[in-house]
């Protein structure tokens, strides 16, 4: 074996090691700490409930006012479900002759639900009292008891009052007429729901909540009107023309003014219910109709409301369909775009099919999200917050930007785009400017060089070129040919705003020129002391694992050496870091550069660099002359293992044949 083998060998297994420790500490880091956009909410969060704040003063904002209010938005749903039912139902329950605390005493389900009500609403006030506000306009955070029980005085202390107000122990019972009365004061409990609805605000925007809301507003108003609706009935149970006599009639029941042979609780609720509901949709069977004057006049006003609501509901059904088809409309519209562009500009069949698809394949991927339109609506620095985070892959992936401060790729992310490249579309041709460094986050991409493919390239690879010649001598011409095999999605920033970057954070230039020079030192062919088909490759690499200079790629053919042996040695690159330099001669290499033009001197920084690495390469032989060893005697060990284990067998076999 000889030493570059070995070395690649080593190398290979050292850089795989390094590869699964660090993706695991990653992966470690990335559940353990948030990311920079959740760090600045949770920072606000931290000093907004920091703050001194008074003894038993709660944060409107907190985990725990939240969770309180949907508990008592449950129990207003309740109270409005249950109030205009037991008023207008109850009436004929002779339990309502029974006054509340002989309810309680006798154990009534709905007389101690009640009352558990009252006390929670009643600890609601407490709770509003205590609870902090923000002014409007200013957003300031009022947090002084004072100032917070005089705002909450002028606003909702006396609905929530009026709702938590037992009136049913303060009414006698003894009457129809008191009854009634106790169950209208407690309506006033349904002005809640007025809060409730400014709460309820912020789901505005979702199309499906929406819905949801507007069909549960929808079956309460039904609730309401069939309860309004049994109450008339049972005010003219004497008149032999009412609905509830009629029905009594056709349930063959005797009509009795006593009330005592009326239908079951159940059938008029589900009578007055099924009534309003075919008024409301318009409907109307017959089978319960309106006949009295007082029930016509109530039937014409169920139909006007039911107007408003229906068209309130489907007017907003329709609006949240066409948002929800709005993209497609879209889609649509930019595809007759390209046709009428494909058919006014002429442009041949073959390029007709790629315009289509390629529109098609990039709609589906980025669901027609405009990063750029989408950024411009937030400050500069939220905006490179954001476009940190959508490349935080690269970043981590490329070792060039291990040493680069934050502020640097905070400002080097906005200059950073996406493209995504369908299977055999390219990336870019050879002879074409090479006005960009692309970043390969997901899928493969062909390296095409005479018509034939050198190189495969994928995931975590870059291909740029070199950043002192392009700097000086203004945009090269690409060397070779990208293809992608696959779906490939392409991180890719130009050259010229590197440069802009570079101005104000040196630090780039002096990253990128001591990683390129790092490899640069197998750049040379196998005779110039490189690895075989390496050399090129990693000569003005700008990422890891594999970088790739366009304006410098050698023909592969003239190394003598197949193609498998060229994607063996891509891959013990793709392994590779820029800790872990080709071992060459420094100046043998650089006099034997292939397809540009050497640099003529030699900086006493790049010296320093080449003489660490064959320091380093020195130290990897040692290394590696323990690891062959080691692993002779692990296979002599085998070997060992392996002739026992033939001996035992064979012993076994002769044992049976005794």
Same mark, same amino acid.
């Given at each position: ?8 060998l080593?190398n ?9 420790f660090?993706?695991?500490s ?5 559940m353990?700490e ?10 606000a ?5 920091g703050?001194?704040?008074?003894? +038993?003063?709660?944060?409107h904002?907190?985990?725990f006012k939240a969770?309180?209010d949907w508990?008592v ?9 249950e109030?205009?039912? @037991? ?9 309502k ?6 309810q309680l005493?006798n154990?009534?389900?709905l ?8 006390c ?5 006030i407490?709770? %509003?009292?205590r609870?902090? +506000?923000?002014?409007k306009?200013?957003?300031e955070?009022?947090v002084?008891p004072?100032?917070?029980a005089?705002?909450?005085?002028k606003t909702?202390?006396?609905i ?10 303060f009414?006698?019972q003894g009457?129809?007429? @008191?009854a009634?009365?106790?169950g ?7 002005l809640r ?6 709460k309820?605000?912020?789901y ?10 507007l069909?549960?507003?929808f079956?309460?108003v039904a609730?309401?009107?069939?309860c309004?609706w049994h ?6 149970i004497?008149?032999?023309h009412?609905?509830?006599?009629v029905?009594?009639k ?7 003014p006593s009330y005592s042979?009326?239908p079951?609780l159940?059938t008029?609720?589900i009578?007055?219910l099924?009534?309003?509901l075919?008024?409301?949709?318009s409907?109307?069977?017959g089978?319960v109709s ?5 029930e016509?006049i109530f039937?014409v ?5 039911g ?8 007017g907003?059904?329709?609006?949240i369909?066409?948002?929800? +088809?709005?993209?497609?409309?879209r +889609?649509h ?9 494909i058919?006014?500009?002429?442009i041949?069949e073959?390029l007709?099919?790629?315009?289509t ?10 669901k027609?999200?405009q990063l750029?339109?989408?950024?411009q609506r937030?400050?500069?620095s939220?905006?490179a ?8 892959e ?6 060039v930007?291990?040493n680069m ?5 905070r400002?080097?992310?906005v200059?950073f785009d996406i ?6 579309y390219?990336i870019?041709k ?7 460094i692309y970043?390969?986050a997901?899928?493969?991409?062909d390296?095409?060089?005479?018509g034939?493919s ?5 995931q975590?690879?870059s ?5 002192m010649s392009i700097?000086?001598k &203004?945009?090269l011409?690409?060397?070779?040919t990208?293809m992608?095999r696959?779906?490939t999605?392409v991180?890719?920033?130009?050259w010229?705003?590197?440069?802009s970057?570079a101005e ?9 020129c =001591?990683y390129l020079?790092?490899?640069d030192?197998g750049r040379c062919? =196998?005779?110039g002391?490189?690895?075989?088909g390496q050399g090129p ?5 700008? &990422?890891?694992p ?7 790629i050698?023909?592969?053919k003239?190394t003598?050496s197949n193609?498998?042996?060229i994607?063996?040695?891509?891959d013990?690159?793709?392994n590779? %870091?820029r ?7 420094? @100046?043998?290499?650089?006099n034997?550069?292939?397809g540009?033009t ?10 320093a660099?080449t003489?660490n690495?064959?320091q380093r390469?020195?130290?990897l032989e040692?290394?590696?002359v323990n690891?062959?060893?080691k692993i ?6 085998l070997?060992? %293992?392996?002739?026992? %284990?033939g001996?035992?067998k064979e012993?076994?076999h002769k044992t @049976?044949y005794l």
């Amino acid at each position: 074996m000889s030493f570059f083998s070995r070395f690649a060998l080593f190398n290979t297994i050292a850089s795989n090691a390094e590869n699964v420790f660090s993706s695991f500490s990653n992966t470690i880091q990335e559940m353990a700490e948030p990311s920079e956009l959740e760090q600045l909410s949770s920072n606000a969060r931290a000093k907004l409930q920091g703050r001194n704040l008074p003894k +038993y003063v709660i944060l409107h904002n907190s985990k725990f006012k939240a969770s309180w209010d949907w508990f008592v938005l449950a129990l207003v749903i309740y109270t409005a479900i249950e109030i205009p039912y @037991t008023a207008a139902f109850g009436q004929l329950d002779k339990t309502k002759r029974i006054s509340p605390l002989g309810q309680l005493k006798n154990g009534r389900y709905l007389a101690i639900s009640n009352v558990v009500v009252d006390c929670l609403f009643i600890v609601d006030i407490l709770i %509003n009292f205590r609870s902090t +506000y923000t002014r409007k306009g200013t957003d300031e955070l009022v947090v002084d008891p004072r100032m917070i029980a005089c705002n909450y005085l002028k606003t909702w202390f006396v609905i929530d009052l009026l709702a938590a107000i037992p009136f049913e122990f303060f009414v006698s019972q003894g009457t129809e007429g @008191t009854a009634s009365l106790a169950g209208l004061l407690k309506s006033a409990r349904l002005l809640r729901l007025v809060r409730v609805s400014r709460k309820l605000d912020r789901y505005s925007e979702y199309g499906l909540a929406v819905v949801v809301l507007l069909t549960c507003l929808f079956t309460l108003v039904a609730h309401w009107l069939a309860c309004i609706w049994h109450f008339i009935g049972i005010s003219q149970i004497t008149l032999p023309h009412g609905w509830i006599t009629v029905l009594s009639k056709q349930m063959n029941s005797s009509y009795d003014p006593s009330y005592s042979s009326l239908p079951d609780l159940t059938t008029r609720y589900i009578s007055s219910l099924y009534f309003t509901l075919t008024s409301l949709t318009s409907i109307g069977f017959g089978n319960v109709s309106p006949n009295t004057n007082s029930e016509k006049i109530f039937a014409v006003v169920m139909m006007l409301v039911g107007a408003l609501m229906y068209a309130a509901i489907f007017g907003n059904m329709t609006a949240i369909i066409q948002r929800l +088809y709005t993209r497609t409309a879209r +889609y649509h519209r930019d595809m007759k775009v390209i046709k009428e562009f494909i058919r006014f500009h002429n442009i041949p069949e073959n390029l007709q099919g790629t315009l289509t698809e390629y529109f098609t394949h990039e709609w589906s991927a980025q669901k027609d999200q405009q990063l750029n339109q989408v950024l411009q609506r937030f400050p500069e620095s939220l905006q490179a917050d954001i476009c940190v985070q959508i490349h935080r892959e690269v970043f981590s992936r490329c070792p060039v930007f291990e040493n680069m401060s934050d502020s640097c790729l905070r400002a080097l992310s906005v200059k950073f785009d996406i493209m995504n490249y369908l299977p055999s579309y390219f990336i870019i041709k050879e002879g074409d400017l090479a006005k960009y460094i692309y970043f390969f986050a997901l899928g493969t991409v062909d390296v095409i060089k005479d018509g034939g493919s050198v190189s495969i390239l994928g995931q975590g690879d870059s291909v740029g070129g070199d950043y002192m010649s392009i700097k000086t001598k &203004g945009n090269l011409k690409a060397d070779a040919t990208l293809m992608a095999r696959t779906f490939t999605e392409v991180h890719y920033v130009a050259w010229s705003d590197v440069f802009s970057v570079a101005e104000a954070f040196p630090e780039i230039e002096e990253a990128m020129c =001591q990683y390129l020079y790092t490899l640069d030192i197998g750049r040379c062919n =196998q005779k110039g002391g490189g690895l075989v088909g390496q050399g090129p490759w990693s000569a003005l690499a700008l &990422g890891a694992p594999i970088g790739i200079s366009l304006v410098n790629i050698a023909d592969f053919k003239s190394t003598q050496s197949n193609s498998k042996e060229i994607q063996v040695e891509a891959d013990v690159n793709k392994n590779s %870091n820029r800790k872990s330099p080709r071992p060459a001669n420094p @100046t043998t290499c650089m006099n034997g550069s292939i397809g540009e033009t050497p640099p003529q001197t030699l900086s006493d920084k790049h010296l320093a660099w080449t003489l660490n690495a064959c320091q380093r390469i020195e130290t990897l032989e040692k290394r590696l002359v323990n690891v062959e060893s080691k692993i002779q005697d692990i296979l002599d060990i085998l070997i060992e %293992n392996r002739a026992e %284990n033939g001996r035992k067998k064979e012993l076994r076999h002769k044992t @049976t044949y005794l």
